[in-house]
């Protein structure tokens, strides 16, 4: 079960603005008022955060542990959009559309995130010019991540989704090419849009054919030239 906190891993907002660059062009009152406005709460693996279609009152940043951000489709189908790290700010779509979510959140293992109301959110964006841009600049760079995943999914062949999917963990997600795999087999075929039978049966040739090493869990990329070569030709 979640565990509600006031007492909280990131001390307060004024800590964030050194880790996060939306929140650096805040103010020193606004921070404050920002920090006034959150909660914090601790979240066991496989524990949902946020879930698709309920009412969006709160903006979320991971502060330690990753999660899983996926789109619940037909016939309960998921496709998992990114892995969130601490220091993200998610939620932005629900910001001026519908306040609702239109994605699901789960956390990959144990996971605190501070939730920050929306109403606080929108007002220093109403007031600070810069961080209205930094809040642009942030929701583009996610729309341009959603179009290459798009290519990627309808485009590429199996073997280039999950080249690309293994490309994606080992730069963005872990940032080395050595790894424990939060993910299991059916999160990585979720991620890369195929069966869970299609992901393990690609992972082992991966593996038999020395481009990865794969324990359980650990994951060790040992030609990472041939998957880019295999991402490339999809």
């Keep these: 079960m979640a565990k509600f906190s006031k007492s909280d891993n990131c001390k307060n ?21 920002l920090n006034e406005n959150r909660f914090e709460v601790k979240f066991k693996a496989g524990e949902t ?22 789109v619940e489709g037909v016939q309960d189908k998921q496709l998992i959009i990114r892995i969130i790290k601490p220091w993200e700010i998610i939620g932005q779509a629900s910001l001026y559309f519908d306040n609702r979510h239109h994605y699901s959140i789960a956390a990959l293992d144990n996971t605190t995130a501070c939730f920050i109301e ?48 293994l490309i994606y963990l080992s730069g963005k997600v872990y940032e080395n090419l050595n790894f424990d795999l939060h993910l299991s087999r059916q999160d990585v075929a979720d991620l890369t849009g195929m069966s869970k039978d299609s992901a393990i049966r690609i992972l082992k040739e991966f593996h038999n054919e020395g481009i990865i090493e794969l324990d359980g869990r650990k994951l060790k990329i040992l030609n990472y030239g041939q998957l880019e070569r295999i991402s490339e030709t999809g």
């Design 118 to 165: 929306i109403s606080a959110f929108k007002k220093a964006i109403q007031t600070n010019p810069l961080f209205a841009e930094e809040f642009i600049k942030n929701c583009t760079q996610k729309g341009i991540f959603s179009f290459e995943k798009m290519v990627s999914l309808s485009q590429k062949q199996m073997h280039g989704r999950i080249a690309d999917g």
């Design 49 to 70: 955060i946020f879930k698709q279609g309920t009412s969006a009152t709160h903006l979320l940043i991971l502060t330690t542990g990753l999660a899983k951000l996926y």
């Design 13 to 33: 907002c004024l800590d964030c603005n050194m880790r996060i660059p939306m929140l650096s062009t805040l103010s020193r009152p606004e921070l404050i008022e």
